[in-house]
């Protein structure tokens, strides 16, 4: 896939971003920390190799990982079906727009993260995490042989929500957008 983007994208000068822009998007990947988002700042902060994500696919960051490649909007509507269609039908709500989404990717952007049911390490009314140890046990056996995870990723494998990745980042000891296994 990396290689068809690049192609795409060939004569384009990249942006290589440093790691204070990862500092500047901080805040915002903090409130909303898409796997996008996060494969992206960690390449920029150097990380390198297979990424476990919430798709269960494993995700190969490189040195091209961290570039961003400036195009003109139009350029951009043509590179992307979704924002093609977009433009093309304007639906007139959000939900038709996700709907629109839906219908070409497979990917409904609205819908709700899916909580799993509660069950003997999850008490009703709480989250009780994994200790330390086990988390990281359960999800190298899950990475099947990456050496990072997204914390999403993470999450979803020990049962967890999205609400939980704060409290998981801190007993994981993990100040960076991935969780190095390896």
Do not use: F, K
Not at 108 to 119: I, K, R, S, V
């Amino acid at each position: 896939m990396q290689r068809i983007l690049l192609g795409r994208l060939a004569g384009c000068r990249p942006l290589v971003p440093g790691r204070d822009a990862v500092e500047a998007a901080a805040a915002a990947l903090v409130w909303h920390p898409s796997e996008a988002s996060a494969l992206w700042a960690a390449a920029v902060q150097g990380a390198r190799g297979a990424v476990r994500t919430v798709r269960g696919s494993a995700i190969r960051l490189t040195d091209a990982s961290a570039q961003l490649y400036p195009l003109p909007l139009d350029e951009a509507v043509g590179q992307n079906p979704v924002a093609r269609a977009l433009v093309e039908e304007r639906p007139a709500t959000l939900r038709d727009a996700a709907a629109l989404s839906h219908r070409l990717t497979g990917i409904h952007g609205l819908a709700a993260e899916p909580d799993p049911a509660p069950g003997p390490s999850r008490p009703a009314g709480g989250t009780a995490l994994p200790g330390r140890d086990e988390a990281l046990s359960t999800l190298r056996a899950a990475a099947a042989g990456a050496g990072h995870v997204t914390l999403r990723y993470a999450a979803r494998t020990l049962g967890l929500t999205w609400r939980d990745i704060p409290a998981l980042r801190t007993l994981l000891g993990s100040g960076t957008p991935l969780l190095r296994l390896a």
